[in-house]
């Protein structure tokens, strides 16, 4: 009897269980199953494009179906997009010519950037140095050589290499460094390892950095000792060059007695990752063709590769907190919406991106390929790591992207969250692709954390009550967004700061966008008031020329800009769909 008894205790208890987490209102069982599930070594941190990315869009569409979400994208729950996710060597090839001839072997004695373009070019080789052009530290690699046309050989690092703060670091780059090379007409350009890596003459590692490559320019690294080679027949030594420029921070440019043909290829490697989307239609025949959309990203880092703060071994990143916890925020309200349907004035978008790690592609790509029309889209909520709520402080962004946001927040607040506001539309999370499309955004944070792109973010560090409240709390405000009678207004925010690059003087307010390949540097948005806002610049415009730099990709565009002060104006040349359009920029301060 007793036995009997307890058979049916526990089987009350899993029935009482499974009902809770099947429940349509927000429940911690809720949100703790989810995010243990999708922080799983068993997705190992759901990378972008990668079969365990897959099974977490799975997952997510899955229960989409199961909370009554119509597919978003017609008839599917899924939205393919393509990416670049990584590089492969193609036929490389590299021959110098001298008194005698060198045969050079790719991955022995030379390897290809990951940003050099695909080219074949024939020219003499010219020794410029450590490749900097400086008019502020008086110092130019360049100055009395002609390399147009020609292949530079040039020293990593700079000649102030011995000075823990020296100006000369930010000219140190590769890409920046390759750049102005292209600029002064060279046709390729080779780098050495200084002396300090001669024990250790490793080549470059080839991986894919995420970014464009430079148009117009082969890129090669070059083991050591085959300059030393080179160089013994002409009765040079390059330790002695080296020493000669570092001691004296002066120039020792030449021409070399040699020419060089060289190959490089460097294949991008395109694959597809996913978007998921479901809706629920609105009932109001005036206001149901209007729509809230409610999203957050579900990619990770994966093993870490890219983008981790973790070093050591690779890992699983596990991303408990970003953003398993978004998404869980996103399935949770999916379906308490969805048991609300019947009283939903407006229709209801939800949303679950990949491709934000590395870029904000996936809502990128939706944004640019919504399943209605676009202007239809009254507001977006994001919510990127709700997950560590902590002595009840929660940020919230883009509260000044409407005039009604910041009394709805302050009259929701039942839970007596410390709220503070950013006003600022656009930010490191998917919103930013929203509000670059003029649509009001909200974006719900509960902070940073010592796990942040750890392997450590894991589930067990989910304050699940916290992220109910904060469930509950957004689910409030959408409420009032989806059934009040007027749609939000839409502010352009200005913002002083949006749109720096590293390193430079001055302010421009542009936003980029990382999704697809452009040739030039493509605008996401421009904040408000900006000089690229006053000279009409908006976003989907690809700037392709900045004075009389050319600009191939965002670090073009980031080395232009550093060669300006406040008060210059600029000529930029931008492509507006298939026309050219000039203007002339009016540079601030930062």
Request: with cysteine.
């Amino acid at each position: 009897m007793k036995k009997l008894i307890f058979i049916f205790f526990l089987s009350f208890q899993v029935i009482s269980f499974t009902q809770s987490v099947d429940s349509p209102e927000i429940s911690t069982a809720e949100i703790f199953e989810h995010i243990k599930y999708l922080a799983s070594d068993e997705l190992e941190g759901r990378f972008t494009g990668t079969e365990q990315c897959r099974i977490a869009a799975e997952y997510i569409a899955k229960e989409f179906e199961k909370a009554g979400l119509e597919p978003a994208f017609n008839g599917s729950y899924f939205q393919q997009f393509p990416f670049i996710s990584d590089i492969q060597l193609g036929k490389n090839s590299f021959e110098i010519i001298s008194k005698e001839k060198l045969s050079l072997e790719v991955e022995k004695d030379f390897i290809p950037l990951p940003f050099s373009d695909n080219l074949e070019v024939e020219g003499k080789l010219v020794f410029a140095g450590f490749g900097i052009s400086s008019k502020d530290n008086n110092y130019d690699d360049y100055e009395g050589i002609d390399v147009k046309g020609k292949i530079l050989v040039v020293f990593r690092n700079h000649p102030d290499m011995n000075s823990p703060h020296s100006p000369f670091d930010q000219l140190a780059g590769l890409r920046f460094k390759a750049t102005v090379a292209r600029d002064k007409g060279a046709a390729a350009i080779i780098f050495i390892n200084t002396s300090d890596k001669k024990d250790d003459d490793k080549l470059y590692k080839l991986e894919y950095d995420g970014a464009a490559k430079i148009k117009g320019i082969a890129v090669v690294h070059m083991q050591r000792d085959v300059l030393q080679k080179l160089l013994t027949q002409m009765k040079m030594d390059i330790e002695e060059i080296e020493k000669q420029i570092v001691d004296n921070k002066k120039p020792n440019s030449s021409e070399l007695n040699a020419t060089a043909k060289l190959k490089t290829e460097v294949n991008e490697i395109e694959s597809i990752s996913w978007n998921v989307g479901g809706l629920l239609r609105g009932t109001d025949k005036e206001l149901l063709n209007e729509y809230l959309v409610i999203g957050a990203h579900f990619d990770h880092l994966g093993w870490g590769k890219q983008n981790s703060l973790y070093q050591g071994e690779p890992m699983i990143h596990n991303g408990a907190d970003d953003n398993a916890s978004g998404t869980t925020g996103v399935l949770e309200l999916a379906e308490k919406f969805a048991s609300e349907k019947n009283s939903l004035k407006r229709s209801i978008l939800f949303f679950a991106f990949s491709g934000e790690e590395i870029g904000l592609l996936g809502s990128n790509y939706l944004v640019n390929h919504f399943p209605v029309p676009i202007e239809n889209a009254i507001t977006m909520i994001n919510m990127d790591m709700i997950g560590r709520l902590k002595d009840s402080s929660l940020i919230v962004y883009g509260t000044g992207t409407s005039s009604h946001w910041k009394a709805l927040l302050n009259e929701k607040n039942s839970s007596g969250f410390k709220l503070t506001f950013n006003d600022d539309g656009f930010g490191p999370s998917d919103h930013s692709s929203f509000y670059g499309k003029k649509i009001p955004v909200l974006f719900f944070f509960t902070g940073t954390h010592s796990d942040y792109h750890r392997p450590s973010d894991d589930y067990e560090k989910i304050n699940s009550e916290g992220q109910k409240n904060i469930l509950m709390y957004i689910h409030s405000v959408a409420t009032e967004i989806v059934n009040r009678d007027i749609k939000p207004d839409y502010l352009a925010v200005e913002r002083k700061d949006t749109g720096r690059m590293t390193g430079s003087r001055v302010w421009i307010g542009t936003i980029p966008d990382f999704a697809g390949e452009v040739d030039g540097y493509k605008l996401g948005g421009v904040t408000e008031g900006s000089p690229a806002a006053l000279a009409g610049l908006k976003a989907g415009d690809i700037i392709i020329k900045f004075g009389e730099k050319k600009i191939s990709n965002i670090y073009d565009f980031t080395y232009a800009i550093g060669n300006y002060k406040p008060g210059d104006k600029v000529k930029v040349v931008v492509k507006r769909a298939e026309e050219e359009i000039e203007v002339e920029l009016e540079l601030k301060a930062r």
